[in-house]
């Protein structure tokens, strides 16, 4: 027999083999058990008691015969966990590495922005303070998230920060600031008008009078609304 003949038998026989003991349970639960989860992370809102009782169920068939796109998926179906990665550790652990969503604004009153730019939603996190809220529709959500970060980065120049940006249907974007002061920008020279708002801001925080509204959408210039009027004022700052 030519010697590739003899080989080739010799790998049938032992993948022959390697299936019988497969089939008759040697790499088993039983003979080679799980008796480690570590898992490793930041974790903040999820537990490793959160993470173990999610595997059990497929950790307990055994070190071999753990499916670890299983384990993965079911790490990740938990509320607070963006991703997970999962590996064997011989010769009875499996290590769980999780990453956690961290919360950076709140989208459309039913989700949450991360800060990996990614929407998730939670059972209960209506309850979080502190989160921005922004509203606008659904193929726009990328562009209100660099939006916001960017009048943010802006804004901390007269240190201000936005509590609500939105965009409307017709493109046309409102922020509400955390001095009560709501800006009214317009579908055009975005950008440009929030410049105007900042270099007007000392004057207008130096007032008496507190400005609650300020509509840029003018040329050269603004109007003011102040606390307790129902009608605005115009100053031209061109």
Same mark, same amino acid.
């Given at each position: 027999?030519?010697?590739?003949?003899?080989?080739?038998?010799?790998?049938?026989?032992?993948?022959?083999?390697?299936?019988?003991?497969?089939?008759?349970?040697?790499?088993?639960?039983?003979?080679?058990?799980?008796?480690?989860?570590?898992?490793?992370?930041d974790?903040?809102?999820?537990?490793?008691?959160?993470?173990?009782?999610?595997?059990?169920?497929?950790?307990?068939?055994?070190?071999?015969?753990?499916?670890?796109?299983?384990?993965?998926?079911?790490?990740?179906?938990?509320?607070?966990?963006?991703?997970?990665?999962?590996?064997?550790?011989?010769?009875d #652990? =499996? $290590?769980? *590495?999780?990453?956690?969503? /961290?919360?950076?604004?709140?989208?459309?009153?039913? &989700? !949450?922005f991360?800060?990996?730019?990614?929407?998730?939603?939670?059972?209960?996190?209506?309850?979080?303070?502190?989160?921005?809220?922004?509203?606008?529709?659904?193929?726009?959500?990328?562009?209100?998230?660099?939006?916001?970060?960017?009048?943010?980065?802006?804004?901390?120049?007269?240190?201000?920060?936005i509590?609500?940006?939105?965009?409307?249907?017709?493109?046309?974007?409102?922020?509400?600031?955390?001095?009560?002061?709501?800006?009214?920008?317009?579908?055009?020279?975005?950008?440009?008008?929030l410049?105007?708002?900042?270099?007007?801001?000392? #004057? =207008? $925080?130096? *007032?008496?009078?507190?400005? /609650?509204?300020?509509?840029?959408?003018?040329?050269? &210039? !603004?109007?003011?609304?102040?606390?307790?009027?129902?009608?605005?004022?115009?100053?031209?700052?061109?």
């Amino acid at each position: 027999m030519r010697p590739t003949w003899i080989a080739t038998a010799v790998l049938a026989g032992l993948i022959a083999l390697l299936a019988l003991w497969l089939r008759a349970g040697v790499v088993g639960g039983q003979q080679w058990s799980i008796d480690w989860l570590d898992v490793e992370g930041d974790l903040s809102r999820t537990s490793s008691d959160q993470v173990r009782a999610a595997v059990i169920g497929e950790a307990g068939k055994g070190f071999f015969a753990a499916d670890l796109q299983q384990v993965r998926a079911a790490v990740e179906a938990l509320p607070w966990v963006a991703q997970a990665e999962v590996s064997r550790q011989w010769p009875d #652990a =499996l $290590s769980i *590495r999780v990453v956690e969503h /961290r919360p950076l604004a709140r989208w459309n009153d039913s &989700g !949450l922005f991360s800060d990996r730019g990614e929407v998730f939603r939670v059972d209960g996190s209506d309850g979080m303070q502190g989160l921005a809220r922004l509203h606008g529709p659904e193929n726009r959500r990328r562009e209100v998230l660099d939006t916001w970060l960017e009048m943010r980065r802006a804004l901390a120049d007269i240190g201000q920060d936005i509590e609500r940006l939105a965009v409307d249907e017709r493109g046309a974007w409102q922020a509400e600031l955390g001095n009560g002061v709501t800006l009214v920008l317009g579908r055009e020279s975005m950008h440009e008008r929030l410049e105007r708002y900042i270099g007007v801001h000392p #004057a =207008l $925080s130096g *007032r008496e009078r507190r400005a /609650r509204v300020v509509d840029l959408r003018y040329t050269n &210039g !603004l109007a003011v609304r102040w606390a307790g009027e129902s009608t605005g004022e115009q100053a031209d700052h061109g």
